[in-house]
C-alpha cells in the first residue's frame, strides 16, 4: 500500500525555529516505516528567526521540501498579519492544491500539520472540503486557545495584553470549527488533549495520541563536524559551569527564585558553590536587539547576581547543544502552569550532565525524570513557598553535592524518547487514525 505523509511545517531548517523540531528529527525514519514523506515550508529569508546551518546538515537530503514564498516581512506591521502564519497560509494552501492534485487517486494521504503557526490551522476545513479523503492530523505544541493569562493576570502575556487577547480571540472562534474537520491529534502534553476534551465533549470522538518532543542523538554526532564557531562561553578547570537553555519569562520565576534563594544560603556551608558560574541562555523570543533578561534580575534580588549570566538573546541550535555538551550540570526551572512540558529536557538527559529539573508536581517531566533515572526532579505546586521549595532544593541538589554526580540513566527506560521510537509511535497513530476513518465511511 502507498502511504503519502504531507508534512506542513512553515518553520524549517536552516530557519532556528523551536516547532520544527518534531518534523525535522523524524525525517530519517519515514521511508523504512513505509511512508514516502515531504515537506512544505516557507522559504527562510522571508521568516523572522536567524538561521542555523546545523541544522540544515542534519535534514537528509532524499526528502522533498518544497519551500513556498509567504507574504514580505514588512506586512508583519499590517494588521492582521503580524505572524508567519497568516503571511504564509495562502502559499501552503497552494502548495498543498499542488500536491494532491499530483498524488495517485488510490493513494493514502496523511497531512500532519506540526507547527505552532495556527493561522495555518484555518486551511483544513478548506482542505477537507476539497480532499474529504485525506486524513488530517493536528500536532498541538502549544494551546492554540489558552486562558491562562486570563488566570494569572500578573504575567503580562507575550506581545502585550491587547495584541494576545485578539489573537486568543481569534483562536477561541477558529479552534472548534477547525477541530470538527481533523481525524486526529497529536500533543506534547496530556494536559492539552485533557484541557480539549473538557472544553468541547466532541473532542473524545477524536484519535489523540500523547508524544512528547523527542531527541535526536544523531544531533550530538552531527555538532561533532559542525561546531558553533562562538560557543556562549568558555570552559574552565576552575569554574563548574550550570548551564539553562531555553526561554525564561514571569511564570519561571518561582522555580528560578527558589533555586538563587538555596544557592545564596549555601555558599558558605558548601565550599564547591564558590566555583559554579549559573548561564541561562536564549530566554527570550524576542527579534534580535529586543531581547531583555528575566532572570538576571531575580538573580540580583536574591543576592547572586555574581554568579548568574543571563544571555536573553536566542542561540542557535547548535550552540545550544554546545552548551550542553561544555556544562557542568544541567538545571531547568519550569512553569507555573501544570500544562508546560520541556521538550529541552531530552537533550539534557543525553547530554550525561547531572541534572536539576523544577517542575509543577502535575508535570510529565517527574514521571520522565523517575522513570529514566536521568537527575533530581524537584515538584512544586500552588500552594509550595519559596521558602519550601528552596529548602527541597537545598536538601535534594545542594546538600547530597548531586551537582557532582552524573546520574545512572537508565537507557533502556529512556529509548522511547529517542526519535525513532518517537516517529515509529507517530506512524503507528497514523495507521489507526487511517483505520477508523476507512471503517467510518458509509
Keep these: 500500500m502507498n502511504r503519502r505523509l504531507i508534512l506542513v511545517s512553515p518553520h524549517f531548517p536552516p530557519s532556528n525555529a523551536a516547532d520544527h523540531q518534531r518534523v525535522r528529527q523524524s525525517l530519517p525514519f519515514w521511508k523504512s516505516l513505509g ?18 546551518p546545523f541544522l540544515t546538515a542534519t535534514v537528509p537530503s532524499e526528502v522533498p521540501v518544497e519551500r513556498v514564498n509567504a507574504l514580505s516581512l514588512s506586512c508583519s506591521r499590517v494588521p492582521g498579519l503580524c505572524t508567519l502564519g497568516y503571511r504564509c497560509k495562502n502559499a501552503v494552501w497552494r502548495a498543498i492544491k499542488r500536491t494532491m492534485k499530483k498524488l495517485p487517486v488510490h493513494e493514502t494521504v496523511v497531512v500532519y500539520f506540526s507547527t505552532t503557526q495556527f493561522a495555518v490551522l484555518t486551511l483544513i476545513p478548506r482542505l477537507k472540503q476539497r480532499w474529504p479523503d485525506a ?18 493576570s500578573e504575567i503580562r502575556p507575550p506581545g502585550g495584553r491587547l495584541k494576545y487577547a485578539v489573537v486568543n480571540r481569534l483562536a477561541q472562534y477558529h479552534e472548534p470549527r477547525t477541530l470538527h474537520c481533523v481525524d486526529g491529534l497529536t500533543a506534547v502534553s496530556a494536559a492539552y488533549l485533557k484541557t480539549l476534551r473538557n472544553r468541547y465533549r466532541w473532542v473524545s470522538q477524536i484519535p489523540m495520541r500523547t508524544l512528547p518532543f523527542a531527541v535526536a542523538e544523531t544531533d550530538f554526532d552531527a555538532l561533532k563536524l559542525h561546531p558553533p564557531a562562538d560557543p556562549v562561553f568558555q570552559r574552565s578547570p576552575a569554574a563548574l559551569n550550570w548551564v539553562y537553555v531555553g526561554r525564561g519569562g514571569a511564570d519561571m520565576e518561582s522555580a528560578c527564585r527558589a533555586l538563587f534563594r538555596a544557592f545564596h544560603r549555601n555558599l558558605k556551608r558548601i565550599p564547591e558553590l564558590k566555583r559554579v558560574h549559573m548561564h541561562f541562555i536564549g530566554t527570550d523570543y524576542a527579534p534580535p536587539g529586543r531581547a531583555r533578561p528575566t532572570i538576571a534580575p531575580i538573580a540580583d534580588q536574591e543576592g547572586v547576581a555574581a554568579m548568574v ?17 561544555d556544562a557542568d550540570a544541567l538545571i531547568i526551572p519550569g512553569s507555573i502552569d501544570p500544562s508546560y512540558s520541556a521538550s529541552k529536557i531530552f537533550p539534557c538527559i543525553v547530554a550525561r550532565k547531572p541534572l536539576l529539573a523544577i517542575f509543577h508536581e502535575q508535570s510529565p517531566i517527574h514521571e ?16 509550595t513557598t519559596i521558602d519550601q521549595l528552596s529548602e527541597a532544593i537545598e536538601a535534594q541538589w545542594l546538600s547530597q553535592n548531586a551537582f557532582l554526580n552524573t546520574p545512572s540513566t537508565n537507557w533502556c527506560a529512556f529509548s522511547p524518547y529517542t526519535a525513532k521510537q518517537m516517529t515509529k509511535e507517530l506512524s503507528v497513530f497514523f495507521d489507526e487514525v487511517v483505520l477508523r476513518a476507512a471503517t467510518e465511511k458509509p
Excluded: M
Aim: net charge negative; proline share 7%.
Design 35 to 52: 511512508w514516502k514523506a515531504q515537506v512544505i515550508d516557507v522559504n527562510t529569508w522571508q521568516v523572522a528567526a536567524p538561521t542555523d
Design 368 to 383: 520522565i525524570v523517575a522513570s529514566t533515572s536521568s537527575g533530581i526532579c524537584i515538584p512544586f505546586s500552588s500552594p
Design 135 to 152: 486524513i488530517v492530523v493536528v500536532d498541538y505544541q502549544d494551546p492554540w486557545f489558552s486562558d491562562f493569562y486570563r488566570q494569572h
Design 309 to 325: 549570566s543571563e544571555y536573553p538573546e536566542r542561540v542557535s541550535y547548535g550552540t545550544a547543544l554546545q552548551a550542553l555538551v
